[in-house]
Nanobody, 125 residues
Framework: QVQLVESGGGLVQAGGSLRLSCAASGRTFSNSAMGWFRQAPGREREFVASISGSGRTTYYADSVKGRFTISRDNAKPTVYLQMNSLRPEDTAVYYC??????????????????WGQGTQVTVSS
């Protein structure tokens, strides 16, 4: 069993920045690829970014490439999402998720087994 707790969401103006954190417990963290997803009202949950267990490999959705950065600290163990140049369309509940493999190219939510409760990010125009 894995427990994930997100934090760092909030209200920010367009062009601003936020850093989300996801603290993990319950399984060897460095063996798990981690992902960030988001879900806006009336929309399906969508992939944002993922990172391998070692932290050496990352993937991003095209919509956030160049603005968001995913990272992890296996000693803490925590995964982060640094979000810069935020836009109103980034408004959503953001979820972190843990896979049961250390590296995955999958961007589907079904590839991840454990999920946090989510944190709200609201970007005002």
């Amino acid at each position: 069993q894995v427990q994930l707790v997100e934090s760092g969401g909030g209200l920010v103006q367009a062009g601003g920045s936020l850093r989300l954190s996801c603290a993990a417990s319950g399984r060897t963290f460095s063996n798990s690829a981690m992902g960030w997803f988001r879900q806006a009202p009336g929309r399906e949950r969508e992939f944002v970014a993922s990172i391998s267990g070692s932290g050496r490999t990352t993937y991003y959705a095209d919509s956030v490439k160049g603005r968001f950065t995913i990272s992890r600290d296996n000693a803490k163990p925590t995964v982060y999402l640094q979000m810069n140049s935020l836009r109103p369309e980034d408004t959503a509940v953001y979820y972190c998720a843990s896979a049961t493999v250390s590296l995955t190219t999958a961007q589907a939510a079904t590839a991840y087994k454990y999920w946090g409760q989510g944190t709200q990010v609201t970007v005002s125009s």
